[in-house]
């Protein structure tokens, strides 16, 4: 069970990937072509979550409905600039410190 975080092709579990690492790779990501894809994947309990910034290139969704927790997970990640077209550094660790309060 983990919480794992993507950016481009760079992952690291949420433990390792502090502010500054966070912040260093999206900006990299917005110099080298422009669109960032930020990826949150986590496993954890009842949570089995992929969570894609809009520069991700689309897989399609799950076919299966979001339990309550997923849900609030998805609120979050939607009022943090998850599914906008510009998510920031600051975002992306505003939503990952809420998103430990929440599991």
Same mark, same amino acid.
């Given at each position: 069970? %983990? $919480?794992? *975080?993507? !950016?481009?092709?760079?992952?690291? @579990?949420?433990?390792?990937?502090?502010?500054?690492?966070?912040?260093?790779?999206?900006?990299?990501?917005?110099?080298?072509?422009? %669109? $960032?894809? *930020?990826? !949150?994947?986590?496993?954890?309990? @009842?949570?089995?979550?992929?969570?894609?910034?809009?520069?991700?290139?689309?897989?399609?969704?799950?076919?299966?409905?979001?339990?309550?927790?997923?849900?609030? !997970?998805?609120?979050?990640?939607?009022?943090?600039?998850?599914?906008?077209?510009?998510?920031?550094?600051?975002?992306?660790?505003?939503?990952?410190?809420?998103?430990?309060?929440?599991?």
């Amino acid at each position: 069970m %983990s $919480v794992r *975080v993507k !950016i481009g092709n760079q992952e690291h @579990d949420l433990a390792q990937a502090d502010k500054h690492w966070i912040t260093s790779q999206i900006r990299d990501q917005q110099s080298d072509n422009g %669109s $960032v894809c *930020v990826q !949150i994947i986590i496993e954890k309990g @009842d949570v089995n979550l992929r969570l894609r910034s809009a520069g991700c290139p689309s897989t399609g969704g799950g076919a299966r409905q979001a339990n309550p927790n997923e849900l609030r !997970i998805l609120d979050l990640w939607q009022q943090h600039g998850g599914k906008e077209g510009h998510l920031g550094g600051g975002e992306v660790v505003a939503f990952l410190s809420q998103l430990q309060r929440i599991l």
